[in-house]
């Protein structure tokens, strides 16, 4: 399709997406480079953007500031997961149900799904404060579990429902009159077919789980063994100062699990999108 444009639309075209990119990745960038850089050369006049005498030694530091930092990326990353994989468990069959069986009171479900993810988590903090001390799980990784996994699940209903209703009927019906369950039919028909948004909605949720842990592990927990990532990067705000270039390696570094699940799920996506294209 590019070749129908005149060559200064291509222009333009290009042009807008590097004028694009360039602003969602300019804060990474600077704050690589920061990583760089010495601590006493951060706040020089004038200020100079590409590092003069620039090191990993912060990548490096960071480990001994911080002893603990690889446990709370650990932490991020297992929270996450399980998230992960309990709405991925509860939003697989909810959203069939909903995508396949109309029964009264769906719509004013649906609905109350969406006026749930209208509540920010600050709002519902002291009920799931009352909650958590209720059920024993503060100071636990439920404590953060539970209620990532609650906030996650409606907007993952939605998702999937809609890639759900996009495959055709025909094909559950046809199952059912070989004398195949619902579940089988859901379990060996469906499943297939969907996968390619299942494996959306896992990225989603994987990537919502590790951003909203911070407000849930500052109310719920209390324990450093059980501190997520957000949390643990407050141990680089000193009294006095504040290590902003080992603040920066450890937060990139804490970023690398979820560009890995990314990365790897990728595949899983595109495969899925283009299998049994050519099957009639």
Not at 72 to 98: E, G, H, R
Not at 157 to 164: D, F, S
Not at 220 to 241: D, R, T, V
Not at 261 to 269: E, N
């Amino acid at each position: 399709m590019i070749d129908r444009y005149r060559w200064y639309e291509v222009v333009g075209i290009y042009a807008g997406i590097a004028l694009f990119l360039f602003f969602v990745l300019a804060p990474f960038i600077e704050g690589f480079l920061v990583s760089l850089k010495p601590l006493a050369l951060l706040f020089s006049t004038p200020y100079s953007f590409w590092p003069k005498n620039g090191s990993f030694d912060a990548y490096i530091s960071m480990w001994q500031s911080v002893p603990m930092l690889g446990l709370y990326i650990f932490n991020s990353f297992f929270i996450s997961t399980i998230v992960t994989l309990v709405v991925i468990a509860v939003v697989v069959p909810a959203a069939y149900a909903f995508a396949r069986f109309p029964f009264t009171g769906a719509g004013l479900m649906l609905g109350g799904f969406l006026a749930v993810n209208m509540f920010s988590g600050a709002v519902l903090l002291i009920p799931l404060f009352r909650l958590m001390r209720t059920l024993g799980l503060l100071n636990t990784y439920w404590a953060m579990i539970v209620p990532g996994a609650a906030f996650l699940i409606p907007s993952s209903i939605w998702l999937l429902r809609t890639y759900l209703m996009r495959i055709p009927r025909e094909l559950d019906e046809a199952a059912w009159v070989d004398g195949a369950s619902r579940l089988y039919t859901l379990r060996r028909v469906i499943l297939p077919l969907a996968m390619p948004g299942i494996v959306v909605v896992a990225i989603m949720t994987f990537i919502g789980a590790y951003a909203q842990q911070f407000i849930f592990a500052l109310t719920f927990n209390s324990k450093s063994e059980f501190m997520p990532l957000p949390i643990g990067l407050f141990a680089f705000f000193g009294k006095q100062e504040v290590i902003w270039n080992e603040l920066m390696a450890a937060s990139f570094v804490g970023i690398l699990p979820v560009m890995i699940v990314i990365v790897f799920l990728q595949r899983y996506l595109v495969a899925g999108l283009t299998a049994g294209a050519v099957k009639q």
